[in-house]
């Protein structure tokens, strides 16, 4: 599915999005696309308003990193990984895999 284009996504580098009732962040970084939760799983603080550097994202609220590889936290933070959406790059488009989100349960 569609969900941002390549040339917005590479000038801002983070992009909001939302997918099927999913709320998620677009990350460019270290030349790929990058689509994951948009809350801090440890938090709850709106990752989008975090940082990036060397393949990490980091909370705004309380410093600590997520890599956007695997999504796991930076050492000494007691919270379950940042969650992870395969994307794909087709033109000027990122494309999400839509089957692979599932809203967070109630």
């Known amino acids: 599915m569609p969900v941002c284009g390549l ?3 590479l000038a801002q ?3 909001c999005a939302r997918v099927t009732g999913v709320d998620l962040i677009l990350v460019w970084d270290e030349n790929r696309a990058v ?3 948009r ?3 440890h938090e709850q603080a709106d990752l989008s308003l975090g940082y990036l ?3 990490r994202l980091f909370c ?3 410093v600590a990193s997520f890599d956007l590889r695997n999504g796991r936290i930076s050492m000494g933070w007691p919270s379950r990984p940042l969650r992870i959406y395969p994307t794909r790059i087709d033109g000027d488009q990122v494309l ?3 089957a692979a989100i599932r809203p967070p349960a109630v």
Do not use: K, M, T, Y
């Open 53 to 55: 550097s060397a393949g």
């Open 7 to 9: 040339s917005r996504l």
């Open 60 to 62: 705004p609220r309380h």
């Open 39 to 41: 809350v801090c799983p």
């Open 35 to 37: 689509a994951c939760e």
């Open 96 to 98: 999400i895999d839509v």
């Open 13 to 15: 580098r983070i992009v």
